[in-house]
């Protein structure tokens, strides 16, 4: 979990002004992400308004999925290409 410590230290160092500006730990505000018609924020790449930010890990989660989904199409290619060949 080292993109906590990392957040952490991040909102040490922000200003009480941005703080007020930045909820639920955000990075980012709302509406700086934009995604299928919906606002979202750029920091962890939620759509859900004030929910609770979930940093790098939010957009790692997504990118994990969509690797796992290309892992799984090619694990499924090669079964079937296995199974031709039977
Ligand atoms: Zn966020």
């Given amino acids: 979990m080292l993109w906590r410590s ?3 230290q991040e909102n040490k160092a922000r200003s009480r002004y941005e703080e007020d500006v930045y909820v ?3 990075t980012s505000v709302w ?3 934009w995604r299928d018609g919906t606002w979202g924020y750029a920091c ?4 859900t ?3 609770y930010c979930l940093g790098k890990a939010g957009t790692q ?4 999925v969509a690797e796992q989904m290309i ?3 090619e694990a499924k290619a090669a079964e079937d290409a296995a199974a031709l060949q039977k």
């Fill in 61 to 64: 989660v997504k990118q994990e």
């Fill in 6 to 8: 990392c957040v952490t």
């Fill in 49 to 51: 308004k004030n929910s």
């Fill in 24 to 26: 639920n730990n955000h």
């Fill in 31 to 33: 509406g700086s992400y």
């Fill in 44 to 47: 962890c790449h939620q759509t």
């Fill in 71 to 73: 892992a799984n199409m």
